[in-house]
């Protein structure tokens, strides 16, 4: 099966990622692999099957005047989606339509996979480090956008009397303002890594936390994909009531839930969380880690190819 992935060009970005997960779950598929600054250009006629991994951001030439070839099989991975808000010029572009949580539109709920758990000699670097002081009340992961929460997980770790642990890679996103972040952050005694780091360092470095949280306030349309390195790395982890997060909702009897982003809410539900016999949260790993979402997107794949198309013919707004 010879399958295109139109996909961000950037390594240090979210979507980017999700690609390279994608592509290592599905070794059997002979990929190749197209940026979205040089898409445009290329001929598509060779490929079985397109995958656009998509962002508005990254793709904003995607329009229906776009000459996909004609009969070409075509799917897209809607990274920011939400119900009744998905039937467009877009989405008619293509065969077949992943979004990242359960739908009524149509298209193809695949889950946001879940990086492997730290094998067991990663945790034990992560109990050096442990041992040897390296360690936080809370930790928090994500591009610094000033609706992630940082402050608020910075102040609840001192209300808690410890510090927290902040990765906030620079980012050239668009509102993204890591150095006003880091700044602000480290005056409340939180150590801030504004480094890119692989995922697995990343890993270790919050399993050095009693517990993880992520402090959303924003409205973001879309699903959050830092919160799978804090359910991966083998501590509790805390969201917000935040729509970023309703696909895992399904989910709360394994993740605490802070009624708001303030300090006192995420305090609360930190307390609740670690102070009951905690475990790592199985039905999430075992239902969202990439070796089930590679085989669902296997089964999309197939079925596309052999004509098997599930995309609504809604009228296009």
């Known amino acids: 099966m010879r399958v295109c992935l139109l996909t961000s060009s950037d390594e240090r970005c979210g979507v980017a990622v999700y690609g390279q997960h994608l592509m290592t779950a599905l070794p059997e598929v002979k990929w190749t692999v197209i940026g979205h600054r040089d898409w445009l250009g290329v001929l598509l006629d060779e490929f079985d099957l397109v995958v656009v991994n998509y962002e508005p951001g990254l793709f904003p030439a995607l329009m229906p005047r776009r000459a996909f070839v004609k009969g070409q099989k075509k799917i897209l991975i809607l990274h920011t989606s939400h119900e009744g808000d998905n039937h467009n010029w877009l989405t008619h572009q293509f065969d077949r339509v992943v979004v990242h949580e359960p739908t009524t539109e149509g298209f193809d709920f695949i889950p946001m996979g879940t990086p492997a758990l730290l094998t067991e000699d990663e945790l034990a670097g992560a109990a050096v480090w442990r041992h040897n002081g390296v360690s936080f009340k809370l930790g928090s992961v994500g591009f610094p956008f000033p609706w992630k929460g940082f402050d608020e997980v910075a102040d609840t770790a001192k209300m808690m009397g410890g510090h927290a642990l902040i990765i906030a890679p620079k980012s050239e996103h668009k509102g993204a303002d890591w150095l006003g972040n880091a700044e602000r952050l480290r005056a ?20 050095c936390c009693d517990a993880i949280v992520f402090a959303y306030h924003g409205c973001n349309p879309g699903i959050s994909g830092a919160v799978r390195l804090g359910l991966a790395c083998g501590r509790p982890v805390v969201v917000t009531k935040c729509r970023m997060f309703r696909d895992l909702e399904p989910y ?4 605490g839930v802070a009624e708001s982003p ?8 930190v307390e609740k969380l670690v102070t009951k016999e905690w475990k790592l949260p199985k039905r999430v790993l075992a239902e969202t880690n990439w070796e089930v979402v590679g085989k669902k997107y296997l089964e999309l794949f197939n079925g596309c190819i052999q004509g098997d198309s599930q995309v609504s013919s809604l009228p296009v707004a």
């Open 262 to 269: 303030a300090a006192q809410d995420i305090y609360n539900a």
């Open 252 to 255: 709360a009897d394994e993740i």
């Open 188 to 207: 409340k005694d939180a150590f801030v890594a504004t480094k890119w780091m692989d995922e697995r360092m990343v890993l270790k470095l919050l399993n």
